[in-house]
T-cell receptor, first 115, second 113 residues
Framework: DTGVSQDPRHKITKRGQNVTFRCDPI?????LYWYRQTLGQGPEFLTY????????KSRLLSDRFSAERPKGSFSTLEIQRTEQGDSAMYLC???FGTGGTDTQYFGPGTRLTVL | AQKVTQAQTEISVVEKEDVTLDCVYE???????LFWYKQPPSGELVFLIR??????QNEISGRYSWNFQKSTSSFNFTITASQVVDSAVYFC??????????FGQGTTLQVKP
């Protein structure tokens, strides 16, 4: 089975630029999650999709952040007008769920550095 | 509020020692799930175990064992006869019914040869 993949693995950008990350979930997984992890901390939830519907967004997800999952398969996370505080590892996870909580499998992450 | 506390920031042991990683959680939900993940130096989070709030049976998988005690809101993880390859950051996480994972701050385990 192919695991969760994320692209790019590393991104360096200048403050004020826009960046977009892509996540490809495990095939047939209907749920997709985005998390952010800063150095020395545990991952923090950003948002969650079930199929193409965005069901929950964290307060961490400011207006500069937007996520999509247009066909219920891959997802993109865009950050507009990046700030130095956006520097972090952005993690994507997927799961298959029909009811309750299911097990999330994580991708390798995209490390963002904002200069 | 829902919260996970991993009070041990770093633990260092010598190979073959047993080590226990502590996890304490807070939730008002009656149905919830608990998880442990491993994050090796490569960075990818690896799923280890999932437990629901109605199943307090301890579990053993090879050198790994988990002790879930609802009375003390704890879900501790023990590695028996630790190995250098066990060196990683270990995260405990809580999930409400059908939802996001709420992670602790992680415990960095260093196993020295």
């Amino acid at each position: 089975d192919t695991g969760v993949s994320q692209d790019p693995r590393h991104k360096i950008t200048k403050r004020g630029q826009n960046v977009t990350f892509r996540c490809d979930p495990i095939s047939e997984h209907n749920r997709l999650y985005w998390y952010r992890q800063t150095l020395g901390q545990g991952p923090e939830f950003l948002t969650y999709f079930q199929n193409e519907a965005q069901l929950e967004k964290s307060r961490l997800l400011s207006d500069r952040f937007s996520a999509e999952r247009p066909k219920g398969s891959f997802s993109t996370l865009e950050i507009q007008r990046t700030e130095q505080g956006d520097s972090a590892m952005y993690l994507c996870a997927s799961s298959f769920g029909t009811g309750g909580t299911d097990t999330q499998y994580f991708g390798p992450g995209t490390r963002l550095t904002v200069l | 509020a829902q919260k996970v506390t991993q009070a041990q920031t770093e633990i260092s042991v010598v190979e073959k020692e047993d080590v226990t990683l502590d996890c304490v959680y807070e939730t008002r939900d009656t149905t919830y799930y608990l998880f442990w993940y491993k994050q090796p130096p490569s960075g990818e989070l690896v799923f280890l175990i999932r437990r629901n709030s109605f199943d307090e049976q301890n579990e053993i998988s090879g050198r790994y064992s988990w002790n879930f005690q609802k009375s003390t809101s704890s879900f501790n993880f023990t590695i028996t006869a630790s190995q250098v390859v066990d060196s990683a950051v270990y995260f405990c996480a809580l999930s409400p019914f059908r939802g996001k994972l709420i992670f602790g701050q992680g415990t960095t385990l260093q196993v020295k040869p």
